[in-house]
Each structure stands twice: as C-alpha cells, then as structure tokens.
C-alpha cells in the first residue's frame, strides 16, 4: 500500500483540481433546461474513468440522461466490487442564499463550496481516483465496475431498466456507494441503514380562474387555505401521520436495537444551535435522532399558489400545489403507501375543490449487515485511516437503488460515505471537506485490500 499513498499524497492538488472542474458543470438533472450539461458531465466523467485506468468505459443513453459504465477485470476468479454513484446535481434555488456561485467552486478553510461538492461529486470522485491510485502502482487486488447515473436526484427512473437488462455485465459480490455521511470526522461511522421514500404532487383547484378577493371572498373557497387545512390534518397531536393504515407495515425496533443505535454520539443541544431552532418537534415516544432515521416522516417540500411577487395583487387563487415526501421504514412499500396518501387525500377534500395528486418516484428502505466481510472490510479501512473503529448507524435519507440492487443483482450494499450532516446537501451552500475528500480517497484502497484478503480465507 505504500506506492498506493505516496501516489495519493503525490497528486492531492491535481485531484482536487479534477474535482473542481467537474463541479464547475451544472448537470442538474430536474430541469429540462440543463440538459446539454448533464450530458457534458457524462462525457467528463468518461474521459476521467478513462484516465484512471477503467476499460470499457462507455456513456450508456437512456430514456432519460446517460449512465456511465467502466470497468477493470484483473482475474475472472478474484472478487468484484461493484461501484455506484451519481454526477446529477440538486438545483441550486435559492441562489441569492448563496454565498458564493453554486457553480463556482471555491475552497475556503479546507471547505469546498459548490452544488454536488458532497452529492455526489466529490464522494463518487474518490472512487474514480482511488482506482487511479491502484491501478498506475500496480496495487488493485480485485476487479472492479464502476456505474455513475445521471438521474439519482429525480429518482433514478431508468437506472431500473438498465440494471435489468445488464445483470451479466454488473455481476459482482458487492456493491460500494459513497453518498452518506459520518458522525464527524473524528468519528468515523458507517451507515448500516436507509428509509424510502414516497414523493409526489398535490394540486387543489377552486374557482375556474383567480378571483376578486374583494368581491368573492368569503363566499367561494380559498385552494390556498384548503389546501393548508388538508396539509394540517396530515399528523395528530402526537406528530404521527394520521392516514389509515400507514404504520401497518412498519417493522419496530426492539428495545435493545434501539439502545444500541443510541450508543452514535449526539448531543440535541449542540445540534439544535447549529440549526438555528429553538425547540424540536416530531413523533411521540421517539428521540429526535430516532425521528430522523428510524421513524417514517411526512414532510412539504414546497408550496405555492396566488400571487407572489412584489407588491400587493389582491386576488383569490384558482389552484394551490405542494410537493410532499414521505420517509418510509422496512417494511414499508412506496407504492402501497403512495395509493394509501392519494386515497386519504381525495377522500377528507372537501367538495368545494377539486383535488388531484400526482406520484413523481419513490424507492424502498433498506439494512445492510454487519457481520460481512464487505461490512468487517469497510471497517477495517476506516480504523486503517482514522485510528479508531467506525460506529454503525442509520441514515434517514434514501438511495432507492440500494434495494433494487438487492432485488436484481442479490448484492448487499456498504454505504461507505465520508460526508457530514452538516454539509447542507440540497441546500444553499453545500460543501464537502477537502480532508473528507481525501480521507475517502486513502480508505477506499485499504477496503479492496481487506475486502480481497478476506474473501480468500472465507
């Protein structure tokens, strides 16, 4: 492993260098309008593969944007480690919240700034240069597939279809996902856990067109305030959500799971003043780190209707939308509670409004192991790097492609991220340690090493 990390240390400022030029490109993969960038991205994406080594490296069209697929078989008989992540981006609204540029990136205090620096960017890219790393020193122990999408932040609609029909160029015994994040860097934890999702749309609809407020109002109903009446009704006084039947299938936790998931450090405090909150709320009988990881959730993402720009428009809006996201828990299906919400929805609307609900995507929950050798593996290279062994814990976000790798490919999946909570992903001004970086990029040799190493003596 020394020539691995004199090759590392070697080039630090190039791959940083690399990094930036790839989050100078805005793929943001939910709007149409930047769709010639999501396809440049690709194309970059390829040509660094390439670079580091990986052969068939190919950009795969779809219905939708391109994945990109390389790979480096060393000896058909070795492991192999299959290597997801994905170069589309978040859209960077608000961007007058934004200190800097979202695609400018700059690096401040050892911090990079910029849209996709944490997801997933800069967490797939330590992939592309860790295999860089092993395959000019002569040092990768096992082969390797490398598979980056374009479509992980609007559901990864196609990435289904092209998995299913490319089973015997993905075969592998494992799959490594960088797009999670640590405790803090100091405590190195591993995340043995995802919630899925339900996303989907609402729209009311009043009056056939916007109204006098003056002349109408009182007497034909708001969309906007039924709409927030319904939004309301959506969780009891206890913070549970209140549709029929949407804990039926949520597997519980026993008490000693529990316990033992309390033992990650978190302090609510500390936690609560870096948010900038006063208090907290959620679920009944739950700690606030059990609600964001453990428990199913209903959110609003957005909403909107009426007037809103400057001034005043004194007007009684025709439609009112919002886009809602449900946080789902094994055993939980997203598409039986996506037809549970549409049910409820229509049926507590009141019949003065039309109500219409418009699935977007969805994906399942998932556990992975902590007696593998993928899992002891991951550990080890953390402990390799850090000094101390990694915690396991859940993660409340959702990568829905974990389970359909599980259902497909019969893969378990290590979630081996290296970013922080505090990274505002999906926020103004999301950014991503330079020692992140490079701490993902000098542990992910060390997990083919052990990984290799134990796979033979199993």
């Known amino acids: 492993?020394?020539?691995?990390?004199?090759?590392?240390?070697?080039?630090?400022?190039?791959?940083?260098?690399?990094?930036?030029?790839?989050?100078?490109?805005?793929?943001?993969?939910?709007?149409?309008?930047?769709?010639?960038?999501?396809?440049?991205?690709?194309?970059?994406?390829?040509?660094?593969?390439e670079q580091a080594g990986l052969e068939k490296v190919e950009v795969c069209p779809t219905k939708g944007?391109?994945?990109?697929?390389?790979?480096?078989?060393?000896?058909?008989?070795?492991?192999?480690?299959?290597?997801?992540?994905?170069?589309?981006?978040?859209?960077?609204?608000?961007?007058?919240?934004?200190?800097?540029?979202?695609?400018?990136?700059?690096?401040?205090?050892?911090?990079?700034?910029?849209?996709?620096s944490a997801d997933d960017k800069g967490q797939f890219y330590m992939h592309v240069k860790a295999v860089e790393a092993m395959v000019r020193t002569g040092n990768l122990p096992c082969n390797v597939k490398m598979m980056i999408e374009g479509e992980e932040?609007?559901?990864s609609e196609n990435l289904g279809t092209f998995v299913k029909e490319n089973k015997k160029r993905l075969a592998a015994d494992v799959v490594l996902i960088s797009d999670t994040s640590m405790i803090a860097n100091d405590v190195p934890s591993i995340?043995?856990?995802?919630?899925?999702?339900?996303?989907?749309e609402v729209e009311v609809v009043g009056p056939n067109r916007d109204l006098h407020s003056g002349v109408y109002g009182g007497a034909v109903a708001n969309p906007i305030n039924v709409l927030c009446d319904l939004i309301s009704s959506l969780h009891d006084k206890d913070r549970r959500i209140a549709i029929p039947g949407f804990y039926d299938a949520v597997r519980e936790l026993s008490d000693a799971e529990r316990k033992e998931l309390a033992k990650a450090p978190f302090n609510e405090q500390e936690w609560m003043d870096?948010?900038?909150?006063?208090?907290?709320?959620?679920?009944k009988g739950y700690t606030s780190s059990e609600r964001c990881t453990i428990r199913p959730t209903l959110d609003v993402n957005g909403i909107w209707g009426g007037?809103?720009?400057?001034?005043?428009?004194?007007?009684?809006?025709?439609?009112?939308?919002?886009k809602i996201s449900m946080r789902l828990v094994p055993d939980q299906k997203s598409e039986a509670i996506t037809t549970l919400f549409s049910d409820h929805f229509k049926k507590i609307a009141p019949p003065y409004v039309t109500v219409l609900v418009k699935p977007h995507h969805g994906g399942e929950a998932a556990v992975t192991p902590t007696d593998s050798i993928a899992y002891r593996a991951a550990s080890q290279a953390m402990e390799d790097t850090f000094g101390k062994k990694p915690i396991?814990?859940?993660?409340?976000?959702s990568i829905p492609i974990v389970a359909l790798f599980e259902k497909e490919l019969g893969l378990k999946t290590i979630l081996f991220g290296f970013g922080l909570d505090s990274d505002n992903i999906h926020s103004p001004n999301e950014h991503y340690g330079v020692f992140n970086y490079m701490?993902?990029?000098?542990?992910?040799?060390?997990?083919?090493?052990?990984?290799?190493e134990m796979s033979a003596t199993r």
């Open 1 to 49: 492993m020394a020539s691995v990390n004199e090759h590392i240390e070697t080039n630090k400022d190039r791959f940083l260098n690399e990094l930036l030029d790839l989050l100078r490109i805005p793929s943001v993969s939910a709007d149409p309008k930047y769709k010639a960038d999501v396809a440049r991205c690709a194309e970059v994406v390829k040509t660094r593969m």
């Open 153 to 155: 932040e609007v559901g």
């Open 65 to 116: 944007h391109p994945i990109v697929y390389g790979e480096k078989i060393i000896d058909p008989a070795k492991p192999t480690v299959l290597v997801y992540g994905h170069y589309d981006v978040q859209p960077a609204d608000p961007l007058e919240l934004w200190d800097s540029p979202p695609f400018e990136p700059v690096v401040k205090d050892g911090v990079i700034y910029a849209r996709g």
């Open 392 to 397: 396991p814990t859940r993660g409340g976000g």
């Open 439 to 452: 701490a993902g990029i000098n542990s992910i040799p060390k997990f083919y090493k052990h990984f290799t």
């Open 274 to 283: 870096e948010l900038g909150v006063k208090a907290v709320q959620g679920e």
């Open 191 to 200: 995340n043995t856990g995802l919630r899925g999702l339900s996303y989907l």
């Open 307 to 322: 007037y809103i720009g400057e001034g005043a428009k004194t007007v009684l809006p025709s439609k009112a939308h919002a």
